[in-house]
């Protein structure tokens, strides 16, 4: 007979208000955990430019609300991850050796690399940063960025698969690192030098191809990658169990650059050659291929030209077509000039990202439950909370991406244009001002020491008088409309002068010091390499080894952008340096330090930096604002293992001393017993 009151439903009854209270603090310890990593790269982000360079945040309100969503979008995504995918990439990777071929292993290693990488936030950064090169100067990277960009996101992917099949070959058969190391980074570099010397095309790419090696190492790759490294060493037994994972990291970020130079070589030969004078570009035979069609063309040209470069298109026209392509010409000046530019919608961005995040989740997801539940025909442990995790998934990835979208980019964007001047004279697009009913009577004219005249007004602008310069080009006689475009700098020194210079570079350091540290993985790397090595790498020792690399790095990144420095003269020498390091190193320190630089490439730091460089490169006028994120990369390297030679030093002369010192007490105590 069952006792009154006891429940035989093995189900307990909660009320909402008592679910609320049960969940709250687990929900409110993830999203301190998210926002933990937020707020100092932010806030430093945003003192920087509100004080050092004294200029507002413009859109704050927008930007402030993105970052929210990061902050929310990143918790319910990395709780996904933990519930969902982790979870069932681990099973994956314990079942699939038992009942399958190591051919079947490696496909599958292949295809869950390559979707991975598509799943990856980051990497619809990549995708909108072709919106920032111009065709006439860079046109291989413009068509990679932006006609053939699914392409090039597959190919990065295709390198990421490759990876992560060698990375299980590795865990099968214990096989070094070194080797890896000592072939891709020296043929990548060999290559990189050569390209950039065949074709300028190739020179501009170079950028590009090395931080995709950074981009791929994020929040979904690395761990689903672990998660199947751990369940294969399981069943394959072979090497430390402690170290599995490691090194598959370092193959995940120097693959996809030899698959997108590889892709650029593939391409190179049906773009246009780099031209400096826009109008020849345009009539260049292979110009069109960088465009859908010509509708897109004239489009693109009208939008980023002036009419000078048009009408010389015009002429260079046979007769026939001449008429009809400068009607759409003239209604696409009107369009551009006439209408204001309409706002995406809040119900687009939403559909658009959700659309993405489906996409990208489902394309994970889908493939290892079919994998699971045809080629292995096993049951789904914990089904409930594995769909839950994908779900969550799902809404976290939408979210962070709209987040990327109104707040990071636009924030890490703005920061790079406003950055150069600390040295320079830059321009505040943001804060252009139009005044109606311009009459040139106002004009007036100052003369300088030298004799020379300059034309200015006054206009009562934001309640104050303000003198303002004169330009021809910015009155438009038939609207009776002149735009002002104000100005700083340089803030420190004069233009082109040192103390500015050091301005950027001292908050570069800065920037990559701090957001480094404030990366959750750091502290996981930390806490492993310490236990992994009994001590002797302390777990703050090698926090702080990564973050002054990465901020030098930064530094360095920032410096290549804004001299125009090619990236082979910056990231060859530390890298042939490294090789040196490498040869000398232990196995155990060069898996910990290659894979030390998938740490500083987080789901934060590589939309901002990424975003940072574009601005910066648009600023100063570069043709291409790509290469900070591998300069990250190598410089944490190289700290880690310097210090992990160190280390090694240390621990080998305290196994000396502590041999010579007890030499003497086996010789006494031998003569003791003899006695």
Known sequence: MTQTGQ????????????????????????????????????????????????????????????????????????????????PLGEIVGVKLPQKQSLLVILLFALALGFLATLAEPAIGVLKAAGMSVKAWEAPLLFFLLNKVSEVLVY?????????????????????????????????????????????????????????????????????????????????????????????????????????????????????????????????????????????????????????????????????????????????????????????TGVLEILLKNFQTGVQ?????????????????????PRADETFLGLGFAIVGMSVFSIGIELGLSKLGDQIGGKIPAAYKTVQLPDQKTVLKNFDPLVVQTAITADGEKKSFFIAYVDEKYETIPYQDQDFDIDRETYEYLPSIGPLYGAEGGLGGILVVLIFAFILGYGATLAEPALNALGATVEELTVGTFKKSLLMQAVAVGVGFGIAFGVAKIMFDIPLIVMCGPPYIILLAITFFSTEEFVNIGWDSAGVTTGPITVPLVLSMGLGIGGEVGVVEGFGILSMASVCPILSVLCVGLSVTAKRKKALEAGQASSNPLDAEVSQGAAS
């Open 7 to 86: 429940q035989t439903s093995g189900k307990v009854k909660v009320s909402f208000s008592q679910g609320l209270k049960i969940i709250g603090p687990y929900v409110q310890d993830r999203l301190l955990e998210q926002v933990k990593a937020v707020w100092l790269i932010i806030t430093y982000l945003f003192l920087f430019q509100t004080i050092v360079l004294g200029v507002a945040i413009a859109e704050a309100s927008v930007i402030a609300g993105g970052i929210a969503l990061v902050v929310v979008g990143l918790t319910f995504f990395m709780e996904g991850l933990v519930l969902g995918l982790m």
């Open 155 to 343: 190919s990065v992917g295709t390198g990421v698969g490759i990876a992560v099949a060698f990375g299980m070959l590795r865990f099968k058969y214990g096989w070094s690192l070194k080797p890896f190391i000592f072939v891709l980074v020296g043929s990548l570099l060999t290559a990189t030098a050569f390209a950039c010397m065949y074709s300028e095309n190739l020179l501009h790419l170079a950028g590009l191809a090395w931080d995709c090696g950074a981009v791929t190492t994020g929040p979904v790759t690395v761990p689903l990658v672990l998660a199947l490294g751990i369940g294969i060493s399981r069943i394959f037994g072979d090497g430390e169990e402690g170290a599995a994972g490691f090194g598959v990291v370092t193959l995940a970020s120097l693959f996809p650059i030899v698959t997108v130079l590889i892709l650029g070589v593939c391409y190179v030969g049906q773009v246009p050659e780099p031209d400096s004078n826009p109008a020849r570009f345009f009539a260049h035979e292979k110009t069109a291929s960088l465009f859908i069609d010509e509708s897109a063309q004239l489009r693109y040209m009208v939008e980023h030209t002036d009419e000078a470069v048009q009408e010389s298109y015009l002429s260079g026209l046979a007769q026939e077509s001449r008429a009809d392509v400068a009607t759409k010409v003239a209604e696409l000046r009107l369009e551009f000039a006439g209408a204001e530019q309409i706002q």
């Open 360 to 380: 990208a989740i489902g394309l994970l997801g889908v493939p290892m439950l079919l994998v699971l539940w045809v080629l292995l025909r096993e049951r789904l």
